[in-house]
């Protein structure tokens, strides 16, 4: 556990499953929402399918998501709940330490360059061609979000930590000289990006619940930060009310059976920079549990023979 306390890292963290998913691969593309700590729902779900052999040949995320995205791609079972459930409070990742060698409170080149992660990402699994990986992050001059893929861009961990930079928290990250912050900031869930790709089988994974929207209002602090910056303090300002519309389309969506939307069964009630390690813990648990009780409806989306 290298710096941590017991008490600090989550009780049944050796609970959570291990394993290596297989390398068979299904038709479509996952799709998956932000959410900082949220995205323990994210994780759990993901489990749940590549524990079942539910492996999509595609996957698209957004700021945790991408996170999150990065360990299913390598086919790791458990690796994410296990780095965000074990080193949450290690001031490294989260807190002070974080914030004298990022800059930010929260250094996710903690996470993303295996310092002093217990368990390495399998790099040759996740840079396989045959499943593709893509993380959306916000260009600060144009305000518009970019997707950056898996073998097509020079640093793709570079551009996961731009996906996941959090605003007002974090500085722009520079990728070949050009200013990023969090894909959320424009792009809460990317699936345009699928559907202009022409998948036919898409799914969403939330980290919120279907009713969940967001206050309907601007936000202020977004002109005194980022004034330098106009296009993507627009972006930020209308943030809430952008992603508000995009829950409704991706509702719309699966009313109209053209993806499939999952989400919490449950109110989700964890703050985006969580403190509570059982609280993050039963999160990861109902999105597994969730994952296991819609697997039916899922491989029946995906014409996968039981």
């Known amino acids: 556990m290298g710096t941590m306390n017991q008490d600090k890292v989550y ?11 297989s390398e068979k691969l299904t038709p479509g593309c996952l799709v998956l929402e932000g959410g900082a700590f949220k995205g323990l729902y ?3 779900l993901l489990d749940a399918l ?9 996957v698209i995320g957004v700021s945790a ?7 299913y791609v390598s086919g790791q079972i458990g690796r994410s709940a296990r780095i965000s459930l074990t080193y949450r409070h290690d001031p490294r990742y989260v807190g002070l ?19 002093g992660i217990c368990e390495p990402m399998d790099q040759e699994r996740f840079n396989r061609p045959e499943q593709r990986f893509l993380a959306v992050a916000t260009n600060c001059l144009t305000g518009e979000p970019e997707a950056f893929e898996k073998g097509k861009c020079a640093d793709l961990m570079l551009a996961v930590r731009a996906s996941a930079t959090l605003p007002y928290l974090a500085p722009m990250v520079q990728i070949d000289g050009t200013p990023y912050l969090d894909g959320g900031c424009s792009c809460k869930i990317p699936y345009q990006w699928a559907l202009d790709e022409g998948f036919e089988k898409i799914i969403v994974i939330r980290t919120r619940e279907t009713e969940f929207r967001k206050k309907n209002r601007e936000d202020p602090l977004a002109e005194k930060v980022y004034r330098k910056y106009p296009k993507i303090m627009e972006k930020i300002k209308r943030m809430n009310l952008e992603a ?6 991706v509702e719309r969506l699966h009313a109209d059976g053209r993806i499939l939307r999952i989400a919490p069964s449950r109110e989700v009630k964890v703050s985006r920079l969580e403190r509570d390690m059982e609280k ?8 597994y549990q969730d994952g296991l009780d819609r697997m039916g409806e899922i491989r029946e989306y995906l014409g996968i023979k039981s």
Not at 102 to 109: A, E, L, M, R
Request: aromatic share 6%; net charge negative; hydrophobic share 35%.
């Open 11 to 21: 009780s049944g963290i050796d609970r959570i499953p291990t394993g290596k998913a």
């Open 42 to 44: 994210t994780q759990g």
């Open 50 to 58: 590549m524990q079942q052999d539910v492996n999509l040949q595609c």
């Open 65 to 71: 998501g991408a996170l999150s995205g990065v360990n």
């Open 97 to 115: 330490k974080a914030l004298k060698n990022s800059h930010s409170i929260v250094d996710v080149g903690f996470v993303l360059e295996d310092r």
């Open 244 to 249: 508000n519309r995009e829950f409704e389309e």
């Open 280 to 287: 993050l813990g039963n999160l990861y648990w109902l999105g």
